[in-house]
């Protein structure tokens, strides 16, 4: 079974910065796409960035220059830089990795079960 672990959210004043992670962990065979989603109260799950194996990103236009997406394929870590934090940043944020677990399978999404990131005075 894959599980994804999120750490690294917290309360943070508007301006400041938090880094999340996610790990993956379990028995699979390889990780393609990763990606940071997150949810405001009362609206939809959004993407906020995504990193494709290679290394090519991908970021909502609304944390373009502030967000910065990376992973390390060794250690099968996705994790996301968040600086000049605005209140409209507030969100539970979510990762999501695409695992292939199994040559006769495809691969699939897994999620991890989120963190809380609040921008607050």
């Known amino acids: 079974q894959v599980q994804l672990v999120e750490s690294g959210g917290g309360l943070v004043q508007p301006g400041g910065s938090l880094r999340l992670s996610c790990a993956a962990s379990g028995r699979f065979i390889s990780t393609n796409a990763m990606g940071w989603y997150r949810q405001a109260p009362g609206k939809q799950r959004e993407l906020v960035a995504d990193?494709?194996?290679?290394?090519?990103?991908n970021y909502a236009d609304s944390v373009k220059g502030r967000f910065t997406i990376s992973r390390d394929n060794a250690k099968n870590t996705v994790d996301l830089q968040m600086n000049r934090l605005k209140p409209e940043d507030t969100a539970v944020y979510y990762c999501k990795i695409d695992v292939r677990t199994s040559w006769e399978l495809n691969p699939k999404d897994y999620w991890g079960q989120g963190t809380q990131v609040t921008v607050s005075s």
């Open positions: 990193i494709t194996s290679g290394g090519s990103t």
